[in-house]
C-alpha cells in the first residue's frame, strides 16, 4: 500500500501592495492561472498554513489588528513547482512588478503566524542590503 501525501496547494499569498503593484501582479497570475490571496491586517495572526490552503488548518479566529512595520509588500508562493515559479519570477520582472519580500512556503514556515513571517523576511531583507552596502561590487574592467 502506498501513502498518498497532498500535493501543497497552488496559491500566492499576498500581502501589503500598493495598486499598481497589485495590477501588475493581477495580470501575471492571471495569465498563469495562479490564484491569489490577499491577506488581511487582521490575519496577520493566522498560520500561514492556513492561509495556504493546506489541510489540517483552521483558523484561529477573533484575531486583534496587528500592524507590520513599512512592510512594503510580501509575497509568500505555495505548491509551484519549480518551472512553475521561475515562469512566475521571470513573468514579474517582465511586467516590472517588484515585491522586495518574498518566500516561498516551506514544511517549517507554515507552523509560523504570517506576521512571524513578514518578521523574518524583513530581518533577512534588512541583512542582505546591509551585506550589500558593507561590501560593495568592484568595478572590475
Same mark, same amino acid.
Given at each position: 500500500?502506498?501513502?498518498?501525501?497532498?500535493?501543497?496547494?497552488?496559491?500566492?499569498?499576498? #500581502?501589503?501592495?500598493?495598486?499598481?503593484?497589485?495590477?501588475?501582479?493581477?495580470?501575471?497570475?492571471?495569465?498563469?492561472?495562479?490564484?491569489?490571496?490577499?491577506?488581511?491586517?487582521?490575519?496577520?495572526?493566522?498560520?500561514?498554513?492556513?492561509?495556504?490552503?493546506?489541510?489540517? #488548518?483552521?483558523?484561529?479566529?477573533?484575531?486583534?489588528?496587528?500592524?507590520?512595520?513599512?512592510?512594503?509588500?510580501?509575497?509568500?508562493?505555495?505548491?509551484?513547482?519549480?518551472?512553475?515559479?521561475?515562469?512566475?519570477?521571470?513573468?514579474?520582472?517582465?511586467?516590472?512588478?517588484?515585491?522586495?519580500?518574498?518566500?516561498?512556503?516551506?514544511?517549517?514556515?507554515?507552523?509560523?503566524?504570517?506576521?512571524?513571517?513578514?518578521?523574518?523576511?524583513?530581518?533577512?531583507?534588512?541583512?542582505?542590503?546591509?551585506?550589500?552596502?558593507?561590501?560593495?561590487?568592484?568595478?572590475?574592467?
Amino acid at each position: 500500500m502506498k501513502a498518498h501525501i497532498a500535493a501543497p496547494p497552488v496559491r500566492v499569498l499576498t #500581502y501589503g501592495l500598493d495598486d499598481p503593484t497589485q495590477e501588475g501582479l493581477a495580470n501575471v497570475l492571471d495569465k498563469l492561472k495562479i490564484p491569489q490571496r490577499k491577506v488581511d491586517p487582521r490575519e496577520l495572526g493566522e498560520m500561514v498554513g492556513f492561509l495556504a490552503g493546506f489541510p489540517g #488548518y483552521s483558523a484561529k479566529g477573533d484575531q486583534e489588528l496587528q500592524s507590520v512595520a513599512d512592510s512594503s509588500g510580501v509575497l509568500c508562493i505555495s505548491g509551484l513547482s519549480g518551472a512553475k515559479l521561475d515562469r512566475l519570477l521571470q513573468a514579474l520582472r517582465q511586467e516590472g512588478v517588484s515585491i522586495p519580500l518574498k518566500a516561498v512556503v516551506t514544511p517549517t514556515n507554515q507552523r509560523w503566524t504570517f506576521l512571524q513571517l513578514i518578521q523574518e523576511l524583513q530581518r533577512e531583507h534588512e541583512a542582505v542590503t546591509q551585506g550589500h552596502q558593507a561590501h560593495p561590487a568592484k568595478d572590475i574592467r
